[in-house]
């Protein structure tokens, strides 16, 4: 039997594009990001803004990598327990 007779070779189906020539229109969306990530690198741009700001003022360069240090991990930590959004609760 001949499987173009039968329609079993076309996976998809004949669709709209296919008989037109036209390309449907893409809806672009932002990528996912895990919340663990958006953390890190918030605490990496906060930490590095403050080291910076620091030696610019003229604070020694250990004192302000171990402030910036503790810092960033505090923005790290209060990032990543309270920086999502709250799950919506389920209708079911």
Excluded: K
Excluded at 20 to 25: E, L, Q, S
Excluded at 68 to 84: C, E, Q
């Amino acid at each position: 039997m001949d499987e173009s007779a039968t329609g079993s070779v076309n996976f998809f189906g004949p669709t709209s594009a296919a008989r037109t020539g036209r390309i449907a229109v893409v809806h672009l969306r932002m990528p996912s990001i895990d919340q663990g990530v958006q953390a890190f690198v918030w605490a990496v741009v906060f930490f590095l803004y403050l080291w910076i700001g620091m030696l610019a003022v003229g604070i020694s360069g250990a004192t302000a990598f171990i402030v910036s240090l503790v810092v960033g991990a505090a923005v790290w930590l209060l990032v990543r327990t309270r920086g999502g959004e709250r799950p919506r609760p389920y209708r079911g």
